[in-house]
């Protein structure tokens, strides 16, 4: 069973940074996608970024140029840069794991960007 930890979220004001990550464990296959994914309050959840075994990357057409997505040295973990944010980036953001057909889901981290 695979279980995804996010952290980082929090408050910050328009412009600012934050850095969200993603720590994996359980059974990990060999070849797998990463990625990041967010809902706004009333919206639908969208994809943000991923990452696959790879590296082949992904980003949301509103994002690019402002976020990056990346991997640490266990492979097993993921971050999301977050550079100048803006209200609109206001969600919960939640990682995602793909391997073998199958969807994880961590439980989410609340950024919100507001003065």
């Known amino acids: 069973q695979v279980q995804l930890v996010e952290s980082g979220g929090g408050l910050v004001q328009p412009g600012g940074s934050l850095r969200l990550s993603c720590a994996a464990s359980g059974s990990i296959f060999s070849f797998y996608t990463m990625g990041w994914y967010r809902q706004a309050p009333g919206k639908q959840r969208e994809l943000v970024a991923r990452i696959s075994t790879g590296d082949s990357i992904y980003y949301a057409n509103s994002v690019k140029g402002r976020f990056t997505i990346s991997r640490g040295n266990a492979k097993n973990t993921v971050y999301l840069q977050m550079n100048s944010l803006k209200p609109e980036d206001t969600a919960v953001y939640y990682c995602?794991?793909?391997?073998?057909?199958?969807?994880?889901w961590g439980k989410g981290t609340l950024v919100t960007v507001s003065s």
């Open positions: 995602n794991l793909v391997q073998n057909g199958m969807d994880i």
